[in-house]
Each structure stands twice: as structure tokens, then as C-alpha cells.
């Protein structure tokens, strides 16, 4: 089974042409990797909504003991908004694509827009993967009650970051945003996920709320 980050990259880039699609990747990415980790019990969230590490054990994943990592070396005691975005300016993408690629998920094809841009493509190898991954978020959406709290924390990630389009592209956005920002207030999510939500705000706020950052 993939974990939070897989998911919100498989997610994020289009099976027709390779390219990501989200437009708050790095965000969605930070999130869902704050979020797996208090899943598995490595941190949590205080009183004050400050991040601190619970157990140091490494997970076994890179992009995660990465993020692991760094919070546990922080003197700093960041509320999750904050780590959100010290998180969203570090390269989570680039382990969490080659780990899926190594497992034979993706593949990975490097291309040129104009004939010198350089893109790199993923496209699905193992499309099950992706299309359980969908298949719970279509349950998810059509009966919101009951909702296991893995799927109810990647919900979260999609409406906090306006993923809504990327993961489900065949719904409307409202429709998808309000069911999935119910399933974000879980009592075990809620505080990440609130956090995830506000970093993206501030971010939207500072650069202009039209801007977005999808790159390849």
C-alpha cells in the first residue's frame, strides 16, 4: 500500500502526459508527509500546535525520514503552518517520484519542450496502484460516513491544497472540496491538515491568489 506522499504524487501527475498537475505540489507533498508520519507515530501535535518528534525510529522511506529528520533537529518548536512552509521549500518531489519509480510504479522519461526545456515525464507503469488510490476517494466522496482516517488525512491534503482537479478531475470542485474538507476534520488529522490549509493561505496571500506553481 502507498503511503500519503505516494499518493498525493500519484495523484498529481497525468497519466497522458506525464506532467504534474497539482498546483501547490511541494505543499501537498509537506503535508501528506507531516501527516504519515503522526499516522505512524513519529510526531505530534502540541496543546499550542507545535510540532515535536514522538519516536525517532526511521520509517524505511526517504522523503519521510528526510522530513522525520529534520523536525527532531530543529531547536525551534514551528507550529505546522510554519513547517509546512520550510517543508514545501525543500525537494520532497524528487525522492518520493525515484522511490516510485524504483518499485516499478511509474516510469520516468525525460523529453524537451521547444527542443531545449528540459521535462521530466512520469507515467504510470502500474496503473492499480493509482486506481485503488482513486477508487477510495470516489467511496470517499460518495459516502462520506465511515471513512478510514488514512483516506479521510488524504482528502485533507487535496482540498487544503487545491488538488481537487488533479485527483478528481470527472467532479466539480465544490462538491469535491466541501465533501473532502468534512473529511479533514477528523480529530486525528485536524491540526496538520488545518495547518496545511493556512501555509498555502499565507502563501496564496503574499505571491497574489491567481498565482500557482505547477511545474513538471
Do not use: C
Amino acid at each position: 500500500m502507498a503511503n500519503l506522499v505516494e499518493e498525493v504524487a500519484l495523484l498529481a501527475y497525468r497519466d497522458d502526459n506525464g506532467r504534474n498537475t497539482a498546483p501547490y505540489l511541494q505543499w501537498s507533498l509537506a503535508g501528506a508527509a507531516l501527516l504519515e508520519l503522526s499516522l505512524r507515530g513519529r510526531v505530534g501535535v502540541d496543546d499550542s500546535g507545535r510540532v515535536g518528534v514522538v519516536d525517532e525510529t526511521p520509517v524505511g522511506h526517504v522523503a519521510l525520514d528526510e522530513v522525520l529528520t529534520r523536525v527532531a533537529g530543529s531547536n525551534i518548536g514551528h507550529i505546522v503552518s510554519s513547517w509546512v512552509q520550510i517543508l514545501s521549500g525543500t525537494d520532497i518531489r524528487t525522492p518520493v517520484l525515484e522511490g516510485l519509480v524504483d518499485q516499478r510504479i511509474l516510469t520516468h522519461d525525460r523529453d524537451r519542450l521547444l527542443g531545449f526545456i528540459p521535462v521530466n515525464r512520469y507515467h504510470p507503469a502500474e496503473a492499480s496502484v493509482e486506481d485503488e488510490i482513486r477508487a477510495r476517494l470516489e467511496r470517499a466522496l460518495a459516502h462520506s460516513a465511515g471513512v478510514d482516517v488514512r483516506t479521510a488525512a488524504l482528502a485533507g491534503v487535496i482540498a487544503a491544497t487545491f488538488m481537487e482537479k488533479a485527483a478528481m478531475p470527472q467532479h466539480k470542485f465544490g462538491e469535491v472540496n466541501k465533501t473532502f474538507k468534512e473529511l479533514g476534520r477528523a480529530p486525528e488529522i485536524k491540526p496538520i491538515v488545518e495547518g496545511v490549509e493556512l501555509a498555502v493561505n499565507i502563501f496564496r496571500s503574499g505571491s497574489g491568489s491567481a498565482s500557482v506553481v505547477v511545474t513538471s
